[in-house]
């Protein structure tokens, strides 16, 4: 496996890389969910390219970017098994002195994450386009669990004409339900406790659905009640919208719908959801 750390050397790898080429993008940290998305990569395509960059430009300025956690060695142990190049830049290698270039996708970043996280997704999108310039391949693979970022890079890349396909890949849970993420390490033995909550209201929610239950703004104040017996639990927000649009569905709900919400343990912000089809 070759490590990668600067733009040059990644161009020049990719022209020795046999195709097709499978990437996943990463912040790195990481756990079985991004293994499973490097597994399928590999599965899919002759050569796996991982990127692993904590990317500055999606985090506000009172989140969690210095704190972010980080593991290079242990990351690259994981990767060892299924991936033929793993490309890490620094960070200014990314952002050279006088970086002045953004992406932004309109229409699908104004709600949800990007209510509560102004400029997330612009940084989001503007990093991902650079990596898919840098990394050129032909499958791409983002985890559901970030339902918002999957919508998002689907239109950016069918925007801008981006030559390649997004493939979207399940959540990985633990156990009890909860989705597994590089943030549940920040979880107090308290906190992780109650955080398989958010996947309780989301199975709630299939449950009534299911069960005939089409009026949305019933189900949201079901899984409302259901989180706010969890003490430690702080409802960011709770989404029944259009899968595709991400329009909230007042009462009539259609299919398919995103069933999504983010939930704060004490500064910890995670988020889950579900698509009822
Ligand atoms: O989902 C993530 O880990 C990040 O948002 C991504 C896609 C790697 C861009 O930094």
Same mark, same amino acid.
């Given at each position: 496996m070759k490590v990668i750390e600067t733009v040059a050397g990644m161009r020049e790898c990719r022209r020795q890389t046999a195709?097709?080429?499978?990437?996943?993008?990463?912040?790195?940290?990481?756990?079985?969910?991004?293994?499973?998305?490097?597994?399928? #990569?590999?599965? %899919?395509?002759? +050569?796996? @390219? /991982?990127?692993?960059?904590?990317?500055?430009?999606?985090?506000?300025? *009172?989140?969690?970017?210095?704190?972010?956690?980080?593991?290079?060695?242990?990351?690259? #142990?994981?990767? %060892?098994?299924? +991936?033929? @190049? /793993?490309?890490?830049?620094?960070?200014?290698?990314?952002?050279?002195? *006088?970086?002045?270039?953004?992406?932004?996708?309109?229409?699908?970043?104004?709600?949800?994450?990007?209510?509560?996280?102004?400029?997330?997704?612009?940084?989001?999108?503007?990093?991902?386009?650079?990596?898919?310039?840098?990394?050129?391949?032909?499958k791409v693979y983002f985890g559901q669990k970030d339902a918002q970022q999957l919508l998002v890079i689907k239109k950016m890349t069918a925007d801008l004409n981006i030559n390649l396909e997004v493939v979207a890949c399940p959540t990985m849970r633990e156990p009890d339900g909860l989705a597994m993420s590089s943030r549940n390490t920040y979880l107090t033995p308290e906190q992780r406790k109650g955080a398989p909550v958010l996947y309780k209201a989301l199975s709630l929610a299939r449950d009534k659905w299911s069960k005939g239950e089409k009026d949305a703004e019933k189900i949201r104040l079901e899984m409302n009640k259901l989180i706010r017996k969890e003490p430690l639990a702080e409802i960011v927000y709770i989404s029944i919208?259009?899968?595709?649009?991400?329009?909230?569905?007042?009462?009539?709900?259609?299919?398919?719908?995103?069933?999504?919400?983010?939930?704060?343990?004490?500064?910890?912000?995670?988020?889950?959801?579900?698509?009822?089809?």
């Amino acid at each position: 496996m070759k490590v990668i750390e600067t733009v040059a050397g990644m161009r020049e790898c990719r022209r020795q890389t046999a195709e097709p080429v499978g990437f996943v993008p990463t912040m790195g940290y990481l756990h079985e969910g991004h293994v499973s998305l490097v597994k399928r #990569a590999k599965e %899919e395509n002759a +050569s796996v @390219v /991982v990127s692993i960059f904590v990317n500055p430009t999606q985090f506000g300025p *009172k989140e969690d970017f210095k704190n972010y956690p980080r593991n290079t060695n242990r990351d690259l #142990a994981m990767l %060892e098994p299924f +991936s033929d @190049v /793993v490309f890490m830049p620094s960070d200014v290698e990314m952002y050279p002195d *006088k970086y002045n270039t953004w992406v932004e996708v309109n229409g699908l970043t104004g709600q949800l994450e990007g209510a509560s996280r102004p400029g997330h997704f612009r940084g989001v999108s503007t990093v991902v386009t650079k990596l898919f310039n840098i990394v050129q391949p032909t499958k791409v693979y983002f985890g559901q669990k970030d339902a918002q970022q999957l919508l998002v890079i689907k239109k950016m890349t069918a925007d801008l004409n981006i030559n390649l396909e997004v493939v979207a890949c399940p959540t990985m849970r633990e156990p009890d339900g909860l989705a597994m993420s590089s943030r549940n390490t920040y979880l107090t033995p308290e906190q992780r406790k109650g955080a398989p909550v958010l996947y309780k209201a989301l199975s709630l929610a299939r449950d009534k659905w299911s069960k005939g239950e089409k009026d949305a703004e019933k189900i949201r104040l079901e899984m409302n009640k259901l989180i706010r017996k969890e003490p430690l639990a702080e409802i960011v927000y709770i989404s029944i919208a259009d899968a595709l649009t991400l329009q909230e569905f007042s009462h009539l709900m259609q299919k398919p719908a995103l069933v999504s919400m983010a939930v704060k343990f004490g500064k910890t912000r995670l988020i889950d959801n579900i698509i009822l089809e």
